[in-house]
């Protein structure tokens, strides 16, 4: 059974950065859909990035163009890149990944998931 454990969480002020980091073990690597999920305070689980095994990658309206997703193969871990940070962007971020190589599905069917890591954007 996979297993992930997120990093790099913080406070940041708006219009900041910042870069999580997951690291995936339990099963081979390359085999996984990878995403990115944020839990606001008050809401539901929302997915905000995701790659497929060829690199593929999904995005909602609310990220593009601010989040990147990328892995690194070679160390299993999965990587969040967020730029121009707002007070939407506040909540618990959490790493997920489900078995297949096509993200079937889309943000929806993930089965293993990270403990979570704090975000938080002052103003």
């Known amino acids: 059974q996979a297993q992930l454990v997120e990093s790099g969480g913080g406070s940041v002020e708006a219009g900041g950065s910042l870069r999580l980091a997951c690291v995936v073990s339990?099963?081979?690597?390359?085999?996984?859909?990878l995403g990115w999920f944020r839990q606001a305070p008050g809401k539901g689980r929302k997915g905000v990035a995701m790659?497929?095994?060829?690199?593929?990658?999904t995005y909602p309206e609310s990220v593009k163009g601010r989040f990147t997703i990328s892995k690194d193969n070679a160390k299993n871990t999965l990587y969040l890149q967020m730029d121009s940070l707002n007070a939407e962007d506040n909540g618990m971020y959490y790493c997920?990944?489900?078995?297949?190589?096509?993200?079937?599905?889309?943000?929806?069917?993930?089965?293993?998931w990270g403990q979570g890591t704090q975000v938080t954007v002052s103003s």
């Open positions: 997920a990944a489900k078995l297949g190589r096509w993200c079937i599905g889309g943000f929806s069917n993930f089965r293993y």
């Open positions: 339990g099963y081979s690597f390359d085999g996984y859909c």
């Open positions: 790659v497929s095994t060829d690199g593929k990658t």
